[in-house]
Structure formats: structure tokens, C-alpha cells
């Protein structure tokens, strides 16, 4: 069992539509939560930082982190065609936050 | 601007004739990574490197060789590449922060084909 599952996809959704990515873990020494957008053809950029749990927001962007049930979430509101990429989650553990544990990403495409 | 690079973007070679990818930072950053990402793998970690002169085995390590002479450079060595090193290859780089909030930049990766 790998220790991050994340499903592939790929999700399409219309434009405006809210999408919500998952992934779960089962190391329940992670503490650093991480979302990477990555464009093709591009190097994955972070796009959220979540330490422990709870919910951290960022414009249209909302990361959930459930810590009791090994479950993070990523919510795109009012999605854009130019939210179309591939969404990796990434997962840290206290005394090791160098060493990033990747899901395999999630593909999304938002059509207009 | 704040940026990892990496060179060469394509490189299709064959099987056994020594390669090497350069990989460099001009953020100060002390940690430098290799990662190789695959169709429903992800992103694996090959090598990484605390500070100069510092480097250690990420999760699939075999069959690569890296070095950390200058902070800024962190270039990853296939001395006889094999086909299942055919991969897109990605090097990233960070502020080595114990706990806090920290980022890794990636360079914009390197597609390997080994025939």
C-alpha cells in the first residue's frame, strides 16, 4: 500500500463548477500538507501549505486537513479554464520536512 | 528572478553511454533534490542534499549518482542508462527550515529516453 493515495482522475468540470481533490494517507507522522499545481510540460509550483489540521484559504482556494481520519482536501471555487493542471498532494513529517511523500496527482480539466 | 534550471529539457541517448543533467539554483537554497516522476507513480525522490558536500539516497536510488560541490549546482549522473530510467526527471530546491513553513522550487524537468 502506498502511503499516499491520491485518484488519478482525470475530473472534468465545467467552468465555475467547485471541485474538490482528495487524497489519503496512512503515516500518521505526517504534519506538513502540501498542494503542488503542475501545467504540462511545467515544474510542479506549491499552492498551499497546511500544518496539522484544520482549513487554511487562499482567494479561491480552500485546503482542509483531517488528521483523525488520514484525509486532506483541496476545493476550487468557481473554477477557470486556467485551473486546468495536474494537482499533486504532498506530505511531510515533524523532524523530516526535507523529505516530501507525493501522491500520483490528480488531472483536472475545467471547460468553458 | 528566483529560479531553478535545468539542462538539457530533452535528451534521447542509448542504453550505457554516460549522461549527466545540470541542475542549478540561484536562491541560496542548502537543499537540492532529484526527483523522477512516472505515469501513476508520481514524483519519487532519488537523491537529495542537505548543504555542500552533504548528499543522501532518496527512494529509488540505484543506477544514479549525484554531487554537491558548490551550493548552486546539483547536477544527477546516470554512468549506464538503462531503458527503465526513461522518465521525466525534476530537480527542486528549498530553504532547509526544521519545522516552519518552507517551499521547494522545481525546475521546469528534464525528459530522459533511454533506447
Redesign the interface.
Known sequence: QKEVEQDPGPLSVPEGAIVSLNCTYSNSAFQYFMWYRQYSRKGPELLMYTYSSGNKEDGRFTAQVDKSSKYISLFIRDSQPSDSATYLCAMSALGNTDKLIFGTGTRLQVFP | EAQ?TQNPRYLITVTGKKLTVTCSQNMNHE?M?WYRQDP??????IY?S?NVEVTDKGDVPEGYKVSRKEKRNFPLILESPSPNQTSLY?C?S?L????G?????????TRLTVL
Open positions: 531553478v537543499y533534490s501513476g507513480l508520481g514524483l519519487r525522490q537529495y542537505m525534476f527542486a528549498s532547509s527550515v526544521s519545522g513553513r518552507y517551499e521547494q522550487f522545481f525546475g521546469p524537468g
